[in-house]
């Protein structure tokens, strides 16, 4: 990433960033490298062969766009015998993918023209993984249901604002502190509580959501570069997901714990019998929610 310069440095008006914005602007606007970048957010890795067929064009050009995106820092790539796996580089690759995805989401009228894309699309709309968290029907009434115990708390604006309550101030370090006008009112079940270095990121975990994930034994790594919790915009749903460190936590023990499978050869997920009983016992999720 370029550092900030002041146009006091360059000696003219135009910003410094302006060239590394138009080249990442210009890996982007491919529509082979965009459709690479939209299936790597299944968090996978995937061969060059598989992202060639996925998207419609013979290895060689597919060899060509990857080196592309790799140079670029879009992609990290590995070798494994005469196999290429190539993966997003990192969560904040991810984030720009899918924030830029859900500017361009399918219209309403868009109608699939066969039965199987019509299958496909409406099990990636009930449930899917947005890179490392869940996303989809699936993805919005596990938030929905940790904000209505006060786990969660949805927050907007620049300055961290708390949906009824008052606003609140990220103080150095992380820490909330009380802004200027009144005490910040906790939402039901704990207290706010943000990770080190959460600032105005749409959601913060409360002191209840932390020992609930704790209880539950999904492991959150508080010593993350990334949020801990993050706002995602759902592209199918419209609304925010719960994505950040404690999104891929809860996502990793869903599949591991066989509450969620893998469906189909996209992002799909579909919740398990077990999965409906845990989140039913955990959450209060109905299962008719889940299906």
Not at 158 to 170: M, Y
Not at 250 to 256: I, K, N, S, V, Y
Request: hydrophobic letters at 45%; one cysteine or more; a positive charge.
């Amino acid at each position: 990433m370029l550092d900030h310069v002041s146009i006091t440095d360059t000696g003219n008006d135009r910003d410094v960033r302006a060239p590394g914005l138009a080249a990442l602007a210009g890996l982007v606007a491919d529509e082979t490298r965009a459709a690479c970048l939209l299936a790597l957010l299944d968090g996978r890795a995937w061969t060059a062969g598989e992202l060639a067929r996925h998207a419609g064009v013979a290895p060689s050009t597919l060899s060509e766009h990857l080196g592309k995106l790799v140079a670029g820092g879009l992609l990290a790539e590995e070798r494994q015998g005469r196999h290429r796996y190539v993966r997003l580089a990192d969560t904040r690759v991810a984030q720009l993918v899918e924030d830029l995805a859900v500017q361009v989401a399918p219209p309403a009228a868009h109608r699939p023209r066969t039965l199987r894309a019509a299958s496909a699309g409406s099990a990636m709309a009930r449930g899917r993984t947005c890179y490392d968290h869940l996303a989809g029907r699936l993805g919005i009434a596990v938030t929905d249901a940790l904000t209505a115990q006060g786990l969660l708390s949805a927050v907007s604006g620049p300055e961290g604002r708390i949906d009824g309550a008052r606003a609140v101030t990220p103080a150095v370090g992380g820490a909330v502190t009380p802004a200027v006008g009144g005490a910040v009112t906790p939402p039901v079940g704990g207290a706010v509580t943000p990770a080190s270095r959460e600032r105005a990121t749409g959601f913060l975990l409360t002191e209840a959501g932390l020992r609930w994930f704790e209880g539950t034994g999904i492991t959150l790594d508080r010593a993350a570069r990334r949020p801990l919790a993050r706002a995602c915009l759902d592209w199918t749903e419209r609304r925010p997901h719960l994505a950040g460190a404690a999104g891929a936590a809860l996502c990793r023990h869903a599949l591991d714990a066989g509450w969620c499978v893998r469906i189909g050869s996209e992002r799909a997920v579909k919740v398990t019998a077990t999965g409906e009983r845990a989140l039913a016992d955990l959450l209060g999720i109905e299962a008719a929610a889940l299906r």
